[in-house]
Structure formats: C-alpha cells, structure tokens
C-alpha cells in the first residue's frame, strides 16, 4: 500500500506509522520494531454479491468449517499476544456473520485496531452506528464505478445505490469511511468520475487498488490495464491528489497491490522539475521497502489457515486451530514463507535487474505466478519501461 499522500505532501494518518517508519524496510515478521504484521481476516466466503474479480469466489451460500466465535476469540488472543497493530475484517461479507460486532469489540478491547472491509450494502443508519460505537477504525467499502458500471461488476442490480446508502449512513453517524477501487480496463475510465463522487460525498479517503489475478480475478488476466493506461491511471490520481490539497481539502488517496507506483512518482516529480519532491518520495518509498507480504501484511482465511495476503491462499502456512498464529509466522520451514521474508535473491527477470529493487522488493508474487507459472518470476504489471528500471535486454 503506496500513500501517494504522505509521498506528496507528507501528511500523516494512522497506517502511515506502520509503513514509513526508520526501519519498516528492514523487518520480517511484523510491520514496525516491535509490532506483529496487519492481519486480514476473511471472517467468512459467504456473500450477498457475485463480484466478477472476487479472489475468495464468494457468492450467496453457507459454507462450513468457518471458524467459530470461541475459535475467533482465541484467534484474536493470539494476534494481541503477538503486538498485531491491526485486524482487518473481510470477506465474503463480513456484516453476514452474526458475531460480527461481538468479535469486532473484542478485538478493540484487546488492543487490536478492527477495521471493515465490506461491500456496503448492508450498512444502514443503525448499523453505522453500531459499527462507530464498538470502536471500529476504518470502513473500507468497495466501489468499482458508479451505477450500471458497479452492478455489473458487482454481479448485482441495485448493489450501487445499498453501497451509497452504506456510505451515507457512514458519513452520517461520523464514522471514518472510505473507497476501495480496483483498476481495470473496464472502469479506467470512471477514475475521474471517482474523485468528483469522493469530493461530492464528504468522503476522506480512497484507496485504488491494481487487479492481481486471484481467484475469480485471474479469469480477468487479459482484462487488466496496458502499461500505458496503468500510467495514465497514475497520472490521473496524482494530478487529484494535487487538486484536493491546493484547494484545501483533507483527503488521503493510496494505491494499492503495484509498488512500482512509488518509483513512477519520484520519476514524475523530477520530470517536473520538483526536486525537493521527489526526494521525500524517495525518502519514504526507502523507509518502506515495498511489497511486505508474508512479512508485515498476512491474512487467514475463513477455516483459520495462514496465508501471505488474501489474494495468495493457494500457499499455506499453518492453521490457528492448531498452532498461535505469532508462531505459524515466525516459521520458515516452508521454502515460500522462507523467500518472502528474504526474497531479493530468488527473483528473476526484470525485478531482478531492477534499480528500484530495494523500493519495491519485486512487487506481486501471485501476479508473475498466474501469468508464468513461476512464483519468482518478474511481476507483469510493473509498467516501467526498461530504460527507466536500468535493465537491458540481455538482463530480461
């Protein structure tokens, strides 16, 4: 996660601790010095909506051997045992599991931030409430356009116009709320759209997300944006980023899932001519160090099994029915977990090569797999050119 905020105008918000601090880059089982990793918790696969780029495939069904609410709480005890910062509640949708609130509270009371991944349609005023009162940080809720655009992303009729409400009753009860976008050739065209309905709305954060190819995702491979238009989509989002600060509104806009983006923004900045830009761009991109998943972001899916992130769960690490998750990822007897936490020297191809290794760290590994079969393999979405990642062909 890229805060083309914090790159552009060092502005401060609550993740912004966890990614840019002294010696973020240079950590391997948690976010910060003294902190376990961000935790995503897809808290079940059952889900009122059939979105086309689902990586959980969800769809309107019960399944089972989802966790229970005592196996949650010990789940949950043992995030707080190992200084988890943050439990992100996903899905599926969340809101369907009835101890939502219940495990939510609990994980405040535990020390554990929780916040709300969800698609909105089940936010109404007294849910927003309840949602503000329990002491949940952060509402993300997943927008991929607006009207018909959505919808038909959504695999739903009607879900804009329930997400809109969701947002509403947010904005509302004065929870913090915000947008989760996923780019791709089908929507691109909505991005303006996008920062217009933010603005509009009273809406305080988005976050762009670039596709990665997981599962009902990668049937969308040959549907994600070229190079040009993923630069474009950055010049776009930069531009509107610029916008909303020199007319003084407080807004943080993040990309999400292609840490190419920082590199891409201290290019522009220098291109521009703004040199003391593009160094604190640089400065925070280093601090960083770029894709940390397996390292400072994991996730766990509904049965309780231990994955590198929510689009990576085909690589199991353990499950936390059986062993602490703090121990599960501390445990590098699995070759994948080993490579994540030190994986400099196991890529290959252009990331390799790459000038800005140490500020992107090879980017998404479930993208090279999907396309090459080859988990090392150079990340396809990396849309920098050659000449700008200081390879030649003969490195390629």
């Not at 290019?267 to 770029?290: F, P, V």
């Amino acid at each position: 996660m890229i805060s083309v905020t914090k790159l552009l105008f060092a502005r401060e918000y609550f993740g912004d601790s966890l990614r840019y601090t002294k010696n973020a880059h240079a950590m391997r089982n948690g976010a910060a010095e003294g902190v376990g990793p961000v935790v995503v918790w897809n808290s079940t696969k059952t889900c009122n909506l059939r979105c086309m780029h689902c990586y959980m495939q969800s769809d309107a069904r019960k399944y089972q051997d989802e966790l229970s609410t005592e196996e949650a709480k010990r789940f949950i005890d043992d995030l707080a045992d190992f200084h988890v910062p943050v439990l992100l509640f996903s899905g599926g949708e969340p809101l369907i599991r009835p101890d939502f609130f219940e495990l939510a509270a609990y994980a405040q009371e535990k020390g554990v931030r929780p916040t709300l991944s969800t698609n909105g349609t089940l936010i109404t005023r007294d849910v927003a409430q309840k949602i503000k009162d329990i002491g949940v940080g952060y509402v993300g809720i997943s927008l991929d356009g607006l009207r018909d655009v959505n919808d038909k992303f959504r695999g739903v009729d009607g879900a804009y116009e329930k997400a809109m409400q969701g947002i509403k009753n947010c904005v509302a009860v004065g929870q913090r709320v915000g947008l989760r976008f996923t780019i791709n050739h089908h929507n691109i065209q909505e991005l303006d759209r996008i920062f217009d309905f933010i603005e509009e709305e009273g809406i305080n954060r988005v976050c762009f997300y670039h596709l990665v190819y997981s599962g009902r995702g990668e049937q969308m491979m040959d549907q994600d944006v070229t190079p040009e238009e993923s630069r474009r989509a950055m010049d776009t989002i930069i531009r509107r980023t610029k916008d909303f600060e020199e007319r003084g509104l407080k807004k943080e806009i993040l990309t999400v899932d292609n840490h190419c983006d920082g590199p891409y923004m201290y290019l522009k900045a220098l291109e521009a001519g703004d040199r003391e830009t593009a160094a604190q761009i640089k400065k925070y991109i280093s601090m960083n160090g770029g894709n940390r998943s397996g390292i400072a972001f994991g996730e766990v899916d509904p049965q309780g099994y231990v994955h590198p992130d929510q689009f990576t769960q085909h690589h199991t690490f353990g499950n936390v029915r059986e062993r602490k998750f703090g121990d599960i990822w501390q445990d590098t007897s699995n070759p994948i977990m080993a490579g994540l936490k030190d994986r400099k020297p196991l890529l290959k191809g252009r990331c390799a090569a790459c000038k800005w290794l140490e500020n992107c760290n090879g980017n998404f590994r479930t993208r090279a797999e999907a396309r090459t079969g080859d988990f090392w393999a150079s990340d396809p979405s990396c849309y920098l050119t050659d000449e700008e990642i200081g390879v030649t062909e003969e490195q390629v």
